[in-house]
Structure formats: C-alpha cells, structure tokens
C-alpha cells in the first residue's frame, strides 16, 4: 500500500507545487475536503480558502486558493487554482487593502459593476489575512 500521494497545483500563472504529500485539506464548496492516498476519483468545484498539506518530511505547508477545480485520482491530486499564493508569501498589508476595496465596492454597488468578481476577491483577501493570522499563531 502506497503511504504518500502526488499533489500537483497549478495557477493561472504557474506551477505552485508538485510533489509527493501525506494528505491534502481542500476548501470544498461544502467543506473542509480531506483526501488521502487511495481516495476514490472525483471532480469537484473548491471555494476560496486555506489549502493544506503535510509533505514528506512531516511539515504542514498552506496555500491560500481563490478557488477553483480539484481532480482526485487514487494517488494523484491535482488542483486547478484561480489564484494561488503560499501563506508565508501573503502580503498583510496589500491583503487588507484588497478586503477593504471590495467591501467598499459590495456595499456602494452600482448596476455596472462585477458584484460576483468583488464578493470572490473578499473572499480571497479573507482568507488571506486568516491564513497569516494562523501562520503568526504557529510561531
């Protein structure tokens, strides 16, 4: 029985990772989805948030998904991601900024704007900030 599985992540703008992993966590559009090696196949739609996983050597990576599709095969996970950034990565400040414009936006909604695209950014910039909140907790 294999322990490990192979994740790959890939954004719009490039590869975020690939490698073997222990288990992945997924913001599924219903839930936290946790997927082990030999999980049955699936395709699913993922929501902005946390992405985790344990690598090989045991350590807890995070990275934070604007959404996206997932594809799970016995051993092989793969992630098609809107936008992705790891959380050590994640700039505070431009996070807190991109919360508060579409907030503003949200809140002073006219006909002409992209009311979906501003309630998918706020998601992002959210889960952004509660990824450093937790990365900050750890150490």
Known sequence: MMNNLKLEIVSAHK??????IKFV?????????????NHAPLIT?????ELKFKNTENEDVV???AGGILEVQPNLV???ADSAIRASDIDEERSKVAKQ?????????????DLAKAHAELAFA??????????????
């Open 63 to 65: 990275i934070v998904v």
């Open 78 to 80: 793969t992630v098609l």
């Open 45 to 49: 739609r993922i929501k902005p948030g």
């Open 25 to 37: 966590v997924v913001p599924g559009e219903e839930g936290e989805l946790g997927v082990y090696p």
């Open 101 to 113: 414009n579409a907030e503003s936006i949200i809140k002073n909604n006219k006909e002409n704007i």
């Open 15 to 20: 590869s975020m990772y690939s490698g073997e």
């Open 126 to 139: 959210i889960a952004e900030l509660s990824a450093i909140k937790k990365l900050r907790g750890k150490k």
